[in-house]
Every structure is written in C-alpha cells, then in structure tokens.
C-alpha cells in the first residue's frame, strides 16, 4: 500500500476512534454543542493518544494536555471520565495500533500510562476551573490581603472592616505564632460554636497526619524572615472531627523598620474540590464493575515495587500472580453477559479477601484477568498468595439458583526489583499463566526463565514466518524411497527447512505448528509442492522417473483450492500426476466425512498417489481403508524399532506382518519410514514391505545427492544372533 493509502487507513481510523469517543462521552457535556461539533473536536485530541502511543521513546505527557482540552470542550461532569478513560482503554490500541512491531504488553502498558496522564490532565483542568470559578473570592481575600497590610500600618479601625467583612478566612499571628485574631468566616470554616475563637493557642498546635513534609518548613522560614510568603494546601480538624482542607496563603507583615512582626493567613475552603479530586483519582485508577484497582494503577504499583527502596538504596524483592479464569468465553456465550459481569464481581470479591496484608494488592486487569502484587514477599509467600486464590474459588458461585464453577490458572512471577522492567515482568507471568492452562488448568505455575525464552523464541519465529516466506529462506531437502527387493532408489520425499540467519537451519518440527496456526502453512505448501515439482521434471528430463512426496497439512486439505492449485503447479511443470505422492497423516482423515475426502479423491481421479503418511497413531477402523483414496500406507517408526537388532521383538513381527498383509489384499504399497540399521531392512523386506527410508539408506540432502545411498547403521545394537522372521 502506499504512503497516500496508508495515510487514507489512519485518517479512517482516527474518525472512527473519535465518533466512538463522541458517542460515549457527548451526553454527559454540560454545554449546548452537537455530537458532530464535539466529534470535529475529539479528532485531533485523538490523533494526540495516537502520536504518544506509537511514539519512541515512550512519553506520556502529551496526554495531560488531551485531559485538560476535554475539559475546555465542556466535559466537567465527573462522570465523564470514567467514560473517556473506558474508550481509550477499549479502543485507543485496537483502532490506532503502532504502526511498527511493538510487544502487545508494550501496547497495553502504554495505553494505561496514557490513560492515567488523562485522568491526571483533566483533573488538574477541572481544579483550575473550579478555582477560575471562585476567582471573585480569591480577589477580595487578595484585595483584604493588601488593605490589610495597609490598614495595620495605618488606621486599626480600616483594617477592622475590611478583616471582619472579607468572605473567606482570615488570621493573625505574631511571629511566635501566637494566634492574635480571627475573622467570622474563619470561625464558621471550622465548624467552632458562636463566639469561640482560636485566638490565644499557638499555630504549631494545628498539626495534621497529611500535612505536606515542605509546610512546617515553609512556616519556619516566613516566622525567621527569611521569606515574605508562601501558598500551600493543608488540612485541619474540624470542631466535630471531620476534615477541613484549606488553601492557605500567608504573608509576613513587617513594622516600618523592616522588622517581621505578624503573619496574615488568608483561608479558603477547598473541601469540596478535594472530594472531588479524590472521586477522580479513584474513577480513574478502579475498576468501575469490580471496584477493584485497575490496571493504571497497578502498574503506578508494579512500577514502584521495581525500583530500588527511596531509603535504602537497595533493590526489594517483589511476586506477582497473573490470574485468567478458565473457560470464562462459556459462561458469557451459554448465559449471556450480564451473568458473566455478575460472576466477575462474585470472584473479584474472593480474590479481594485473599490480600490480607498491606504489601498485597489485588488488580483486575481486564475480562476475566486479575493480578494480584506482594511487595517485599517473603520466601514462598507468592506462591502461598496463588494458592490462597485457588482455594478462594473452589467453591461454586451461586447466581439466581444455579451453582457456577470456577477456574482459573494462574503464573507467579518472583524477582528483585531492577533485574525486569514491568512489561517483561507481566509478559513472563502471562507466558507462565498459559503453561498452567496447557497443564489443566485449575493450578499455578512457577516462572521459569527456560520456558520463556522457548516462548519468545516461538513468537519470534511465528513474527518472522511471513518475512522468511518472502526472502526466499526456505529450502528442500529430499530422502529416498528405496525399494527394499532390489534396493533401487523409487523416489524422495521433499522436506523443508528453514534456514534462519539467527537460529540456523530449522526442521519442519520447529515452523510448521507455528505456520499451521498463521495460516500461512498454505502459501509455504505451495511453494513447497512447486519446488518439489520442479525437481521431480528435472530428475525426469535426465532419465530418473522418480516420484516425489510432499506432505499436506491439515489446513492444506481444508483448502478450497487444493485442486485446482495441485493441478496448475503440475501442468506449469508439464510432471504427469503419477509422478507426484501427496502424504496426509491418518489422524488428518479420521472421521473425515465424504466432503472432506473429496479433494483426494478428485487427485487421486487424476493420477495423484495418495499415501496414508504416521499409520498407526491414530488408531483408527482398519476397515476404514477401504473408503479412503489412498494408495500407499506409511507405517510409523514406532512398529519397527523392534526389529533394529537381533532377535527381532515377535509382537512388533506380528503386527507388521498383520499390517502388510491387510494392505496388500487392500491393493496398498506399504511404505516404511525410520529404518536405521540393515537388520531392520532385512526383516521388513522378509514381511513383505514394498519401499523404506530412513537415516541407514541416506540422510536427507540436496537433490544431486539422492543415489548416494550409505547403507550403514544408524543405530547401535548389541552383538546378537543373525535374526530370523517367523
């Protein structure tokens, strides 16, 4: 696609994350502007969320500045943001996704990062607001700030009117902080009964737990003279208990010699705008159906739990558990999804319980994932937390009289702080997680450092396949078939490689899972039958008729146009179909219906063999043949390895003389796979079996190789009598 498509696909993208933005967030704008005004507005504040999430290095603070142009469009309800956060947390990756290769952990983290900068930036903007809102009252305590000063100096009468009329609080203290005065609208700030006043105590007794470290420094410094004034936010105890917060501006008054001698306290009440920070904070750092912590704030506490102690200096230790229940997908899809949020709740509120120390902090991350952190653990206590939540939800949730089971699997990561960052730590506890799953389910799993590289390494193969595919980094070796009467070479079969220019040369065993669940095991099945073609029309233009065998995938068989591409490939090559033998596995067509066998019956039709490729494995109807297109059974290594030495075990004898003579009377060859010594050979020629291969007749190599058989033992055996087929 180019530069002006690509550009067209994020303009879309952003219109679309915006319209979904508007739609979620216009009923709660408090002024009179249309949802098509207000999405005009959202787009460019999108394209903001979407410039910092791809944005390298990783700077979330152009997101404080999104917060705060919300406010500005008028969204001050505070049920706004939880809204705004919602969409940005559901959406913002899914629809404006970094344009390069980025960890999808690395994406989510970011994400939240940049939701907390929102919330941060909005709340600052809705502070400033509220504070621009009493702008009137702050100007009269300023105004009795300054007549004040003026009135000390010059009339006591005029300082009194302005001191007693002033609409916020107002103090005097002398530079002891001996108390001097307080006006009406300080009393009633406080709560006091009529007529009781403050003056007489000392201002160093109004001490609160919350007070900032900085204030009482602040305050020596204004009493010492070595300021003139400072602004703060502190809170006191009301009359009756409760908590008053004020912001506090105090100014030194000095005599006519430049001496300090009082200090001026102007008050206002900012209570309310407290709450309401707080009711913010909490919105954007819980999760709204659980009231669990979210996932912002708990990477604010992975995060900090990484970082060497502030006191110490020295790295903490730190155990994370990454909860996924099992089977959740069920519960949604039979029951619906308010049944599913309600069996949320029920498990958030185990889980909950399961924290009982202050160290622990139990988050949802999202869906049916829930993590909980233990800072500074002791030795085992992880693993004691994860056990603790597997027991909190053995017992089933009872919802409107029906008892729902609950599962969950569950990795536990534990580690020093300062060895992972926070997205390494939560992508090994989710690898870990799934090696729970793959275990059963139902358990936790220790993280190990093995099983992620193996991990990473997988997924990095899985990234590259497409790439790999395309620069040409596959190749083919082939093995021959050999015929076991005369020991003639009758084919090869061709078997990819990868080679990777980090990890080398790479068997079918380690891509083709990762291909088969890509999908991109069709466009390399293709390449690999052409190649394989080819070669086959080059072996045959030089006077070998050899046949050649390419292995078909599952997802190949499934393949709508496995026909009509076989046939083209092999009339591009002008090879006759006999000369190609297709290998499916035999638990590929167990309990295959008849419109999944048709693609190989039409091949067959046409000439194609077809052979039955690991017979054996899959223990299925031997009577099963006889409807199958096949002409040829491979017979898996597993039957053989008895006969490798002398005397041959009599119940594998058995077996494959049972095998072969089924196969014959059927009209199927019988194909042996996985010979390694001459003994071996010996015996399946006696037993009847028509061609073989493996590593005693050649190893697999280039093409120009395939005469070249060894004919040497591959497997050690003991010294023994000459063997002998019964």
């Known amino acids: 696609m180019g530069t002006t498509g690509r550009a067209a696909v994020r ?24 949802r098509a005004e207000f999405e005009r507005s959202l787009v460019p504040l999108a394209g903001v969320l979407r410039d910092a999430l791809h944005a390298r290095p990783f700077d979330p603070r152009p997101a404080h500045d999104v917060g705060a142009a919300l406010v500005g469009a008028h969204c001050t309800d505070p049920a706004a943001l939880p809204l705004i956060l919602g969409v940005i947390d559901a959406y913002l990756v899914l629809y404006l996704p970094p344009e390069h290769p980025m960890p999808a952990e690395e994406s989510r983290a970011r994400c939240s990062r940049l939701q907390h900068a929102v919330a941060a930036g909005f709340a600052r903007a809705l502070g400033e607001r509220t504070r621009a809102e009493q702008q009137a009252l702050t100007g009269a305590a300023r105004a009795a700030q300054a007549e004040a000063e003026r009135a000390l100096h010059a009339s006591e009468t005029g300082f009194r ?3 007693e009329k002033s609409p916020v609080g107002v103090g005097i203290a002398d530079t002891e902080g001996r108390i001097l005065d307080v006006n009406e609208a300080l009393v009633r700030m406080f709560g006091s009964p009529e007529g009781t006043r403050a003056t007489g105590r000392n201002a160093g007794e109004f001490v609160h737990p919350e007070d900032a470290p900085e204030f009482w420094t602040l305050y020596r410094e204004l009493v010492r003279g070595d300021r003139d004034h400072y602004r703060i936010e502190k809170p006191y105890y009301r009359s009756d208990g409760s908590v008053l917060w004020t912001e506090m501006s105090v100014t030194l008054l000095r005599d006519a010699a430049g001496q300090p001698q009082y200090q001026l306290a102007i008050m206002e009440d900012i209570t309310e705008r407290r709450r309401l920070h707080e009711r913010l904070r909490y919105q954007a750092t819980h999760d709204p159906l659980t009231e669990l912590p979210n996932r912002t704030l708990f990477f604010e ?20 558990c990454y909860l996924d229940l099992d089977g959740f997908k069920a519960v949604n899809d039979s029951l619906g999804h308010t049944v599913g949020d309600r069996l949320l709740v029920a498990v958030a509120d185990r889980l909950r319980a399961c924290a009982t120390s202050p160290r622990e902090l139990v988050a949802r991350l999202g869906g049916d994932e829930f993590v909980a952190l233990v800072h500074d653990p002791a030795p085992g206590e992880a693993p004691a937390l994860a056990r603790r939540m597997l027991t909190a939800l053995a017992d089933p949730v009872r919802l409107d009289d029906r008892d729902l089971s609950v599962r969950a699997s569950i990795g536990v990561v534990e580690g020093a702080a300062g060895e992972l960052e926070a997205a390494e730590v939560l992508r090994s506890a989710d690898i870990t997680m799934y090696r729970a799953k793959a275990a059963g389910g139902n358990r936790y799993e220790l993280a190990d450092a093995d099983s992620d590289a193996r991990v990473i390494v997988r997924h990095g193969l899985t990234t590259r396949l497409p790439a790999a595919l395309d620069n040409g980094e596959f190749f083919i070796e082939y093995q021959p078939l050999v015929r076991l009467d005369d020991g003639t070479v009758r084919g090869a079969e061709a078997l990819v490689r990868w080679l990777h220019p980090v990890h080398g040369v790479l068997g079918p065993d380690r891509f083709i899972p990762l291909a088969e669940s890509t999908g991109l095991i069709v466009p390399l099945g293709r390449w690999v039958l052409e190649q394989a073609v080819r070669q086959a029309r080059a072996w045959h233009a030089a006077d070998h008729p050899f046949r050649v065998n390419v292995n078909l995938s599952p997802s190949q068989l499934r393949h709508p146009a496995l026909v009509a591409d ?10 006759d179909p006999s000369a190609l033998c297709l290998e499916v596995t035999e638990n590929a067509l167990i309990g295959a219906d008849e419109a999944e066998l048709r693609p190989l019956r039409q091949l067959a039709d046409l000439g194609v063999d077809i052979a039955l490729d690991d017979f054996g494995t899959g223990y299925s109807n031997l009577s099963y043949l006889r409807r199958l297109p096949v002409s040829t059974l491979k017979l898996d290594r597993s039957f053989t390895r008895g006969m490798q030495c002398a005397p041959a075990d009599p119940v594998d004898v058995k077996i494959v003389e049972g095998i072969v003579s089924l196969a014959h009377t059927l009209d199927l060859s019988v194909t042996v796979e996985g010979v390694e010594t001459g003994t071996q050979a010996d015996h399946l020629r006696l037993l009847g079996c028509d061609t073989a291969q493996g590593w005693y007749y050649a190893r697999p190599g280039p ?8 004919l040497a033992d591959a497997a050690a055996c003991p010294a023994a009598a000459p063997p002998a087929v019964s």
């Not at 952003?14 to 002024?31: D, E, G, K, N, Y």
């Not at 506490?301 to 994370?320: E, K, N, Q």
């Not at 076989?566 to 090879?575: D, F, P, Q, R």
């Open 301 to 320: 506490r992975l995060d900090g739990a990484l970082r060497p102690s502030p006191d110490t200096g020295t790295p903490g230790r730190f155990g994370l």
């Open 566 to 575: 076989t046939v083209a490939v092999l009339s591009g090559a002008g090879l």
């Open 703 to 710: 093409p120009d190789r395939l005469h070249a058989l060894s």
């Open 161 to 163: 009117a302005v001191f």
């Open 11 to 34: 303009d879309d993208r952003l219109q679309r994350f915006a319209a979904i933005w508007s739609r979620a967030v216009h009923p709660t704008v408090t002024a009179a502007v249309s």
